[in-house]
């Protein structure tokens, strides 16, 4: 399992690292100054996703407050300014100026949500730090959850803003985006959810036991994975798709 573990990470990484090559060099010849921010903000994000591999874990709060600096505070919110910077440029690609569910509302809620979900999980680290208690399964569960709102209000308002564009390539670059993010919101509910409440547990005596536990949290991992690829790839379409918004025309390109 350690060897396929490997491998799926360099493959992931591989396509990250490509990700972001792509969107930092087609950003330098797009025209318009929102095709080259959200190139900008494509890059950072498969930079930001890298490290995701491995996934960290640990119980010292000390390291859990390095963690949480990175995966729970900065990559959240790079992805939120992201999805919520695109989904409003869509907008103005759209001929009718849809309003995608509700989103010039729906996303003060979005940010709100998760800021405090980043704030609640310092204070249970700080609260760790202070008293040493230490509550593994909660600290997990807030890795994971400040990552909920972006992807669940995101992906589709993303999909509906692909359907609803009047530019072919718009809807392209849309799509792989909304793509990547219900396959990233996949991947975070297996890896968090499923695969750490067994990891931590105590498996029954008996050989068939042991495998039948052993074989189900290999199995979570792997799905993450192998979902956490896909999602990989989705992003990497998404900057391979920025080489045509030169061509986009309307509202949205003008500054």
């Known amino acids: 399992m350690i060897v396929a573990v490997f491998i799926e990470d360099i493959v992931a990484g591989v396509i990250l690292a490509l990700g972001a090559y792509w969107a930092f060099t087609i950003r330098r010849v797009l025209k318009s100054k929102s095709s080259r921010s959200e190139a900008l903000w494509l890059g950072v994000a498969c930079i930001f996703l890298i490290p995701l591999l491995p996934t960290p874990t640990s119980t ?86 400040p ?15 692909a359907r609803r564009t009047g530019s072919a390539i718009r809807r392209t670059n849309l799509k792989w985006f909304g793509l990547f993010a219900l396959f990233l919101l996949a991947s975070v509910v297996t890896n968090f959810i499923m695969a750490p409440s067994f990891a931590g547990q105590s498996f029954p005596s008996g050989l068939f036991y042991f495998l039948a536990f052993k074989g189900i949290y290999a199995i979570g991992y792997n799905v993450f994975q192998i979902l956490f690829i896909v999602a990989t790839y989705c992003l990497y379409r998404n900057a391979r798709s920025l080489a045509q918004l030169n061509r986009v025309s309307g509202s949205e390109e003008v500054e």
């Open 60 to 145: 010292d709060p000390v390291i859990q407050l390095i963690i949480g600096v990175f995966f729970v505070a900065a990559l959240p919110l790079v992805l939120l300014a992201w999805i919520d910077g695109t989904i409003r440029t869509a907008r103005r690609s759209d001929p009718l100026f849809r309003d995608t569910i509700g989103w010039s509302k729906v996303r003060f809620v979005v940010w709100g949500v998760t800021i405090v979900l980043i704030a609640a999980y310092f204070v249970l680290v700080i609260i760790e730090t202070l008293t040493g208690t230490v509550v593994a399964t909660v600290v997990g569960v807030l890795i994971a959850a």
């Open 147 to 161: 990552y909920f709102p972006v992807v669940l209000a995101g992906s589709p308002a993303l999909l509906l803003s």
